[in-house]
Structure formats: C-alpha cells, structure tokens
C-alpha cells in the first residue's frame, strides 16, 4: 500500500525519525496487519520516499508498507488518520501494483512554496530575476562528509513571485513575498534553502525572519512543468486491471 501525508503546522518541526516512530505505532493503534521482514531481528516493512528536511512542512510526503492481508485503501487511511496526532495527516491510499515501479522511481522533482515575511514582492523579484540570469549560482553547505560547495541554479526548473504575494494594506501591515518553486531531484540534493542562499549570493536577499516554506508536490516533472503525482500511476493501473 502506497500513502501520501502532510506535515502541517508545529509538527513540520517533527524530524523524520521523530515520524517514523510516530507512524510505527499509529500501525499498532490502528491494527494493521503489518507485514515483517525475515531474520533475527525483523521490522515493519515500510518504505520512505524523499522526506522533507525538519521544519518544512508538506503536503506531499510518500511511504509504501507492505501487508499480510487485502485491506480497503479508504479504510486504512482512516484509520491512520486517527492515529496521528493532528498537523500529520494521511491524504491518500492506494494498492500499490506489482510490477508497476517503485515510488522513488516516479519522483524526480519537487514544488516549494516558499513565504519570504518582510519582504517586498518588487525586491523578491529582482532577486529572482538575477538568480535565473546566472549560469551557476554557487552555494556552500555542510554535510556528512564536511562542507560542500556545489550550484543551486542548474536543478531549478522554475522560480517566481507568485501573485498571492500581500503588501502591506494597513499601518501595521508587513509585506510578505511568496516564490514558486521546482526543483529537480539531483545529487547532492538542492534543497529551498540552498535557493534561498543563492538568492541571498547573487541578489543580497536576506529576510529578517526565517522565511516560511511547504513542500506542495512532488513527482515526475512533465515537459509542461507539472508535477505528477506518484500514486496516479497504481489508480489508473488499477482502473484499468478492473474493466
């Protein structure tokens, strides 16, 4: 079975593992029939997909469990729901069909919403204009292996202000300019922070508060620029099996 969930206000601070101790025992509470791997030492068969860094909330996580028994996708999604403490929610169910690919397979890219408070919409968009102008917008980060050096412009397939950007409509009002953003899947992964450095390397963009960002799909990335969801592919698969 293959599932979409959403981390969603304080629980976007819930760190991977902090989730899948979470959705371990939501499987216990919600008395799925969980299948085992074999050994000494067996675990629950469940699967991540590209999860989100801690602190970014989402609308598009992924994993795959595996069963010992057919249980209806509605059903189960329900009752996992329920299970989780609100802020981390399961959207979506699907039997995964054999044969047909795993998820990590179907994701090549991402979209990010990402919420720049105190900053105008006409200095974000200069910003942007001079990091989609750069041939390479190299950006510094630490990782396991030490710090690395690497380009944040070449996996971004789309970035911009999005009209939904607010100015300021009173006294006290603060702007707050919103960017549309799609990432492809590479390595080393460029994440909406490395972005967001960038913006600061080539535009000295630096927003006074820790900018807000959601991660809003991911999947396979169309020539037209759309994401497709991963779990289409089992629906209509199954749609069709069912004729």
Same mark, same amino acid.
């Given at each position: 079975m293959r599932l979409r969930y959403a981390k969603r206000g304080p629980l976007r601070f819930t760190s991977h593992r902090d989730f899948a101790r979470?959705?371990?025992?939501?499987?216990?509470?919600?008395?799925? +029939? &969980?299948?085992?791997?074999?050994?000494?030492?067996?675990h629950p068969k469940?699967?991540?997909?590209?999860? *989100?860094?801690?602190?970014?909330?989402? #609308?598009?996580?992924?994993?795959? &469990?595996?069963?010992?028994?057919?249980?209806d996708p509605d059903q189960l999604r329900v009752a996992l729901d329920a299970a989780l403490s609100p802020g981390l929610d399961v959207l979506d169910a699907v039997v995964a069909i054999e044969?047909?690919?795993?998820?990590?397979?179907? &994701?090549?890219?991402?979209?990010?919403? &990402? #919420?720049?408070?105190?900053?105008?919409?006409?200095?974000?968009?200069?910003?942007? #204009?001079?990091?989609?102008?750069?041939?390479?917008?190299?950006?510094e980060r630490?990782?396991?292996?030490?710090?690395?050096?690497?380009?944040?412009?070449? +996996?971004?397939?789309?970035?911009?202000?999005?009209? #939904?950007?607010?100015? +300021?409509?009173? *006294?006290? *009002?603060?702007?707050?300019?919103?960017?549309?953003?799609?990432?492809?899947?590479?390595?080393?992964?460029?994440?909406?922070?490395?972005?967001l450095s960038g913006l600061r390397v080539v535009a000295g963009l630096e927003p006074p508060v820790p900018a807000r960002v959601t991660r809003l799909a991911q999947g396979s990335l169309t020539p037209q620029g759309e994401i497709v969801d991963p779990l289409d592919a089992d629906r209509v698969d199954a749609t069709i099996g069912g004729r």
């Amino acid at each position: 079975m293959r599932l979409r969930y959403a981390k969603r206000g304080p629980l976007r601070f819930t760190s991977h593992r902090d989730f899948a101790r979470a959705f371990e025992r939501s499987l216990q509470r919600a008395r799925v +029939p &969980i299948a085992f791997s074999q050994g000494f030492t067996p675990h629950p068969k469940i699967s991540y997909a590209s999860a *989100a860094p801690t602190g970014v909330g989402s #609308e598009a996580e992924y994993l795959e &469990i595996g069963l010992q028994t057919v249980v209806d996708p509605d059903q189960l999604r329900v009752a996992l729901d329920a299970a989780l403490s609100p802020g981390l929610d399961v959207l979506d169910a699907v039997v995964a069909i054999e044969g047909n690919g795993s998820l990590a397979d179907r &994701i090549d890219a991402s979209r990010w919403r &990402i #919420e720049l408070p105190q900053i105008e919409s006409d200095v974000a968009e200069k910003a942007v #204009e001079a990091f989609l102008a750069a041939t390479e917008v190299p950006v510094e980060r630490m990782t396991k292996q030490g710090k690395r050096t690497f380009d944040a412009r070449n +996996p971004v397939a789309y970035l911009a202000v999005t009209k #939904e950007s607010a100015a +300021p409509s009173g *006294a006290n *009002a603060a702007p707050c300019a919103i960017i549309d953003l799609v990432v492809r899947q590479v390595t080393p992964a460029v994440r909406p922070d490395d972005v967001l450095s960038g913006l600061r390397v080539v535009a000295g963009l630096e927003p006074p508060v820790p900018a807000r960002v959601t991660r809003l799909a991911q999947g396979s990335l169309t020539p037209q620029g759309e994401i497709v969801d991963p779990l289409d592919a089992d629906r209509v698969d199954a749609t069709i099996g069912g004729r």
